[in-house]
């Protein structure tokens, strides 16, 4: 039997990819879910009757049916919910934003470390093929020398009630779909030295579109997030000897995903995004020492730029990093 996957929240990300992806691999099996909300809780009975059904969040983390847990809440929920999961000794896949504040990311490393267990941020588009493609091809010097990355991911969202533009649950959009712009220029590039951004909000208070500067030495970085555009997603790096990108670098399965390097532009084959995720996943499980200690120390570093790109965005000043 595989690791015992317990679910927190009836969220769509869970439904629609998460246990689908659980269902293909036989390193997990999804045994139980908690939902505070009856009439999803009742949606999620009659979809996945083979699973247990908690009302309270609290009893899945201690049921004897769950090795590790699912967080698939409203962002500012993630931390205090993955520490109760961590003070029983369980390890935890938490959806990305992990932690809104550096000091709540190093409170959690330092709890997984005391538990001797993992948590692991849900980025799930670093362990897709077209990724480690474009990884691998900038540190072989395919493009020289990079001078420049552009990364955006942004869409039209007007709904008012969603939990992205709740300004009390962890809503933005730099916050929704920035976070993955930031972490693809962390992995690609490393940390900067500093920082601008200029931020708009909208009428519920929350940031609907983020442009960002990363300075460093010899290069810079564009970001750009929004709940103001059409979709729209994208990785692009210049260096001194060409450039290369890819159309869809977050979120493969929303179309028709190309990777290219100057004129070459190659079709990215599917792969099982969230299965790949799942996978890494059992790998830190295993190896809480090493890669689980990989994954807690990127989620400390990326919850500190961000909060330095919010603080300069607040500031429209440049801010040292
Ligand atoms: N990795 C990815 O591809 C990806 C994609 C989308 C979203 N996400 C992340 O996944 C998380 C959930 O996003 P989602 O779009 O799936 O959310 P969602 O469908 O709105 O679900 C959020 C869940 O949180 C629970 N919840 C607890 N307190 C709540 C409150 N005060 N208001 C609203 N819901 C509350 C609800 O569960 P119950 O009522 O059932 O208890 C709800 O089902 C977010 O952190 C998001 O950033 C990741």
Known sequence: MGIRLGIMGAARIAEQQVIPAARRT?????????????????????????????????????ADEVDALY????????????????AVGKPVLLEKPAALTAQDAEVLRERANQSGTVVMEAFMYQF?????????????????????LYAEFAFLLTHPKDIRMQPA??????????CYTVHITRQLLGAPQAVFARRIDGPTGVDIHMAVQLIYPDKTASLRAGFDSADVQG???????????????????????????????????????????????????????????????????????????????????LQSF
């Open 26 to 62: 036989a390193d997990f099996q999804v045994t139980a879910f908690a939902s505070q909300t009856p009439a999803s809780r009742k949606r999620w009975q009659d979809q996945f009757p083979e699973l247990r059904a908690f009302s309270d969040y609290e009893a899945l983390i201690t």
């Open 71 to 86: 967080i698939a809440l409203p962002n500012a929920l993630h931390v205090s919910w993955a520490l109760r999961a961590l």
């Open 128 to 148: 897709h093929p077209q990724f480690q493609w474009l990884s691998r091809a900038l540190r072989s010097g395919l493009i020289g020398s990079v001078r420049h």
């Open 169 to 178: 649950l962890g809503g933005g959009s730099f916050w929704d779909v920035g």
């Open 235 to 317: 990785v692009r790096v210049v260096g001194t000897g060409g450039e290369l990108g890819l159309t869809h670098p977050f979120r493969p399965d929303m179309g028709e995903a190309q990777q290219w390097h100057n004129q070459t532009v190659d079709v990215v084959p599917p792969a099982d995004l969230y299965g790949l995720e799942l996978r890494a996943f059992l790998a830190a499980i295993r190896d809480p020492g090493g890669l689980g200690q990989t994954y807690l120390n990127d989620l400390v570093e990326q919850a500190r730029l961000m909060e330095a790109v919010i603080r300069a965005s607040q500031a429209e000043a």
